[in-house]
């Protein structure tokens, strides 16, 4: 009936939801591995010996036509390196690669890449900021200038070259082949057409697939994504790096490392803008530095400890050769590790929970997600709607303007913002704007963010107030102008607030939009204490490799989503419906009470 109460379902799951989230956070008993942390640094005990197949795809020392004869002495003139921001190395990084990059139970970027570049500019005398983004925007940041280094285990190819400028090596790269268990393919030379063979978009092992083995890869946008994926045997095979795939694999995945090849054409280093060669030079020298008072082999004995290849060391040509544990030998006498050749497929349910449903996980993600994630994710959906609101109204007024001066203008607007991909124009507005107006920003890519976001929220509400404007009869317009308003009083007073009320439903859809995108800003570069829900669940993920931390941060999208469109329904159907009859009559109307004593 119309005057009764409705409950909707989505209250239902709108408590469902609370009620999780709730029991997660009173601390319900963690699922075994709960608490493992990628993050953390293995450990010498965890050395491996010398992969095999390595001569297949190696290219001897005399291939190395980019590592320096030599390094300029220690100190170097901090001043002339051309930062950012002088005395702060602003470096560009990942999240989602560990133990050579990521972020960890702390939410402090760490890892082996990482923690050698803090070694190097201690020997300079420089601090670090660090600030993540996404590998597929990382090389085109920093020959931007938006960082000073990129720190992402870059493996220096002849393509990027042309890009930025690098370093001498400071780490070397393995590929392996991993297979689910059980399965037929044993090596790299058994790739073929038709199998689906999983890589990293954008990454050395993509071109070592599509380049080499002249195979078309299944492409994903980071490692965790790929691995679930194998798991399930969406995927044949994954083309890995090394020291990515050992630490993500464990002991009763139901997948193995089945081979290993060295990585092709030349070493790890961090990235530098070309131009800027006085800081790769400085760079160089603390690398050598750092390998000459053990440094360099500290790390690399606790972060990622495996015998180097044949004729192979980091740092200049005249660098000397690193002082390392016998791992080949740590490696024949450590216990072995599990072999997961023999493990069965897991029930789909049980892929389900395992990878869903780890309670634990859920306990560990909400305080994150709760003081970060979702103070940064309504800051930047709540100050872009303003924006895109305000802005759209002025599209959509002169998009319905008789003066073609007003009209094509607010047209090319919205069809070039409407048709480019979000992550296009977030990627525009931060590398193309971010450089002018630095010195308002401090740099920083935050306000930057919520600007791109704004302006593509304005081409879609600008066309939404529009059809809505339109959708009001002539007659209103008319009949404002027959009481003496003028034209723009008309519209403000009359059109508008009825074209407004008519696509309610349509602006909240697309502030909810709008609330999803706020993820992209990432793309951007910010750091941890910038990061919105999604991420702070992605570099969760990455810590752990398991997928619980996301369905957490996609519980809080929904907690925010689903109160709001209940909230949109119940305003239109208010609006639609009117006042009740008895709040609305007039005192003497018939159907007033004083009206109905009088007539008594």
Known sequence: MIGEPRHPASLK???????????????????????????????????????????????????????????????????ALGLGTPGVLTVGTLSDAPPSICIDARGQFTGFDNELLRAIAAKLGLKVNFVGTDFSGLLAQVAARRFDVGSSSITTTDARRRTVGFTNGYDFGYFSLVVPSGSALKSFS?????????????????????????????????????????????????????????????????AQI????FSLDNFVAYAVAKENRPLIDALNAGLDAVIADGTWAKLYSEWVPRALPPGWKPGSKAAPVPQLPDFATIAATKKPTADNSGVA??????????????????????????????????????????????????LAVAGISTSRWLRWPARVYTDVFRGLPEVVIILLIGLGVGPLVGSLTGNDPYPLGIAALGLMAAAYVGEILRSGIQSVEAGQLEASRALGFSYSRSMRLVVVPQ???????????????????????YFLGLIASQRELFQVGRDLNAQTGNLSPLVAAGLFYLLLTIPLTHLVNVIDDRLRRGRPVADSAEPNSPASPAATQEMV
């Open 13 to 79: 799951v709108l408590v469902v939801l609370l009620a999780t989230l709730f029991v997660a956070a009173l601390g319900v008993a963690p699922a075994a591995g709960a608490d493992g942390d990628q993050c953390a640094p293995p450990g010498v005990g965890s050395a491996s010996a010398l992969p095999t197949n390595l001569a297949s795809a190696a290219k001897g020392p005399a291939a190395d036509k980019y590592t320096t004869p030599g390094v300029e002495p220690l100190p170097v003139n901090v001043g």
């Open 499 to 521: 074209g407004i009320r008519r696509v309610l439903p349509a602006l909240v859809n697309q502030f909810i939009a709008l609330l999803k995108a706020s993820s992209l800003v």
């Open 258 to 261: 089945v081979e290993n090849t």
């Open 190 to 254: 058994q790739l073929a057409a038709g199998q689906r063979i999983g890589v990293v978009q954008g990454t050395v092992q993509e071109a070592y697939v599509v380049d080499t083995l002249h195979l078309d890869p299944v492409k994903f946008p980071d490692y965790n994504t790929v691995y679930a994926s194998l798991k399930t045997r969406q995927i044949d095979a994954w083309v890995a790096p090394s020291q990515q795939a050992v630490g993500t694999v464990r002991a009763g995945d139901p």
């Open 345 to 394: 497929p897991k029930s789909v349910l049980r892929q389900l929970k395992d990878s869903f449903l780890d309670w634990g996980l859920y306990r560990k993600a909400i305080p994150d997600l709760l003081t970060t994630g979702l103070p940064n994710t309504l800051i930047l959906t709540v100050s872009a709607s303003v924006i895109g609101l305000a802005l759209g109204l002025v």
